[in-house]
C-alpha cells in the first residue's frame, strides 16, 4: 500500500501565534464561542483532513491578560462537533496528572460510541507550577514521577475500554494519542502511543525521532507501522512569497512583548527579568534537557535553538513567537506543500498536526491552497476510504498494554 499523509488541525484559541487575536479581521473572543470551533471542523471535514486536535490544561492561565485562552473543556466541545460532522476524527487532550481513569475512560468511550469511533485521546502529564497550584498542590510533581503515573494510567483506562461489552464504537476504542519528547516520553510513546504529537525544527533529528520510536515499539511487541508520528507545524501562508513574509512580520509586530516573554520563561524555567534583550542568554543559566522541570520537549527544543544559533534574547522570542517551538514554514503554497512533501518522503513524519498562524483565516488559507496542491502531487486524499479515526489513520486494534513500568500508586503527592 502506499505510504500516505495525514494531516490534522490543531485548533489553538484564535491561532498559534502568540498576537493572532490582535491580528487585522480576527475576532479576539471567538474561540470563547462553540460556532468558532465546529465551523473549522466542518472546513477540515470537507478538505478530508484526518482530524480536529484541541490541546487543552486543566489550569487557570495567568497569560489571559496577554492573549486568549483555551477556554472550553475538549471533550464537551468534540461533543458538539460530532453531532455536526459524519467524519473527520476528533482528538481531545486530557490529562493523566489531574483527572481519574475511571472517569475518564467512561467520558471518553461515551463519546467514541456515540461520535461512531472517531475518537481519540491525547495523554498530556501537565506540567507547570500553574496548574499544580489549581488543584491545591504546594508543587508541581517531578517529571519522571508524572510518567510513571502516565503509564499506570494509561493502562487501566485501555483495560477499561478493552473490557468494555456494551456502547463499544466501530473503531473498537478511542486512539492514544501522545505528546512527549523526553526520555521518558519516548518510552511511554512507544509502549503505548499510535499517534505521536512531537515537536521537531531539524529534519535529521525529526528522522532520528520517528525512527527510534518505531524501533522502540518493536521491542515492545508491537508493529512500527502501528505508530504514525506527526510533528506540529504552524504555516504562514500567501499569495507570493513577500506577501507571506509580510503576514509574519505582522503576526510579529502585534505579539505582546509580555506574553512572548513569560512564555518562554515556562519554557526554559527560570525568569527573564534583568536580561538584555540584545544579549545571548547566558549559558550558565542553562540545564540539559533531562533535569528540566515542566515540558522537557519544548525545553530540548528552544535549547537546541539556542546552542545552534547563539541568538540574542530579540531573535530568541521573534523566532519562537509563532510556534513555540515548533516549526513554522513561512510562504506560498508550493513551498509550504514542497516542505511537507520533502518531510514525509524523507521519513522525518507520517504528516502533521498542523497548526494555523491565525483562526479562522490561516486554516482557510491552508484547506483552500495547500491542501489541493498536496493532492494535486498525489499525497493526500480526495476522499475518506473509511469512517473510522483508525480508517484515516491505517491503524488496526493493538493488543492491550501491560506493565509498562514498574507499578506506581495513581496518587500523586502534594
Given at each position: 500500500m502506499t505510504r500516505q499523509l495525514h494531516?490534522?488541525?490543531?485548533?489553538?484559541?484564535?491561532?498559534?501565534?502568540?498576537?493572532?487575536?490582535?491580528?487585522?479581521?480576527?475576532?479576539?473572543?471567538?474561540?470563547?464561542?462553540?460556532?468558532?470551533?465546529?465551523?473549522?471542523?466542518?472546513?477540515?471535514?470537507?478538505?478530508?483532513?484526518?482530524?480536529?486536535?484541541?490541546?487543552?490544561?486543566?489550569?487557570?492561565?495567568?497569560?489571559?491578560?496577554h492573549r486568549s485562552g483555551n477556554n472550553l473543556e475538549p471533550t464537551t466541545v468534540l461533543a458538539r462537533i460530532a453531532a455536526q460532522t459524519e467524519r473527520i476524527g476528533l482528538i481531545g487532550t486530557l490529562s493523566s496528572s489531574y483527572n481519574d481513569p475511571a472517569d475518564l475512560a467512561r467520558r471518553v468511550a461515551d463519546l467514541d460510541h456515540l461520535a461512531g469511533g472517531r475518537v481519540g485521546w491525547n495523554v498530556v502529564t501537565t506540567a507547570g507550577p500553574v496548574a499544580a497550584r489549581n488543584f491545591g498542590r504546594e508543587g508541581e510533581p517531578d517529571h519522571a514521577l508524572r510518567y510513571r503515573r502516565a503509564a499506570e494510567f494509561v493502562e487501566q483506562v485501555v483495560a477499561t475500554w478493552a473490557a468494555r461489552d456494551s456502547f463499544v464504537s466501530p473503531q473498537g476504542r478511542p486512539v492514544v494519542v501522545q505528546a512527549g519528547g523526553s526520555s521518558d516520553g519516548r518510552r511511554l510513546a512507544s509502549r503505548v502511543g499510535e499517534v505521536i504529537f512531537s515537536a521537531d525544527q531539524d529534519l535529521d533529528h525529526a528522522r532520528a525521532f520517528r525512527e527510534e520510536i518505531r524501533r522502540g515499539a518493536a521491542e515492545f511487541g508491537r508493529g512500527p507501522e502501528e505508530v504514525v508520528v506527526l510533528p506540529g507545524l504552524s504555516t504562514v501562508v500567501g499569495s507570493t512569497e513577500a506577501e507571506a513574509k509580510q503576514r509574519r512580520e505582522l503576526l510579529d509586530e502585534v505579539l505582546p512583548d509580555a506574553y512572548a516573554r513569560a512564555r518562554l520563561a515556562g519554557q526554559l524555567g527560570f525568569s527573564l527579568d534583568g536580561l538584555d534583550d540584545d544579549e545571548p542568554i547566558p549559558a550558565e543559566l542553562l540545564v540539559e534537557p533531562d533535569a528540566a522541570g515542566g515540558s522537557q520537549t519544548f525545553y530540548r527544543v528552544v535549547k537546541d535553538y539556542i546552542d545552534k544559533e547563539n541568538p540574542t534574547l530579540r531573535r530568541l522570542l521573534k523566532h519562537l513567537s509563532g510556534g513555540g517551538g515548533h516549526r513554522i514554514v513561512v510562504g506560498t503554497p508550493e513551498q509550504i506543500a514542497d516542505d511537507v512533501e520533502r518531510w514525509f518522503l524523507s521519513g522525518a513524519a507520517d504528516g502533521f498536526n498542523v497548526m494555523p498562524d491565525v483562526l479562522p483565516s490561516g486554516f482557510d488559507h491552508f484547506v483552500e491552497q495547500v491542501v489541493p496542491e498536496l493532492q494535486r502531487r498525489g499525497l493526500f486524499r480526495r476522499e475518506y476510504a473509511g469512517t473510522t479515526l483508525r480508517d484515516h489513520l491505517g491503524l488496526g486494534l493493538p493488543s492491550v498494554p501491560q506493565g509498562v513500568w514498574e507499578r506506581a500508586p495513581l496518587a500523586v503527592a502534594r
Open positions: 494531516l490534522n488541525v490543531n485548533i489553538l484559541n484564535a491561532g498559534v501565534f502568540g498576537g493572532s487575536w490582535r491580528f487585522p479581521g480576527t475576532d479576539a473572543t471567538a474561540s470563547y464561542t462553540v460556532e468558532h470551533y465546529t465551523e473549522i471542523a466542518k472546513k477540515a471535514e470537507a478538505a478530508k483532513l484526518d482530524a480536529v486536535f484541541l490541546a487543552d490544561g486543566p489550569v487557570l492561565d495567568p497569560n489571559i491578560r
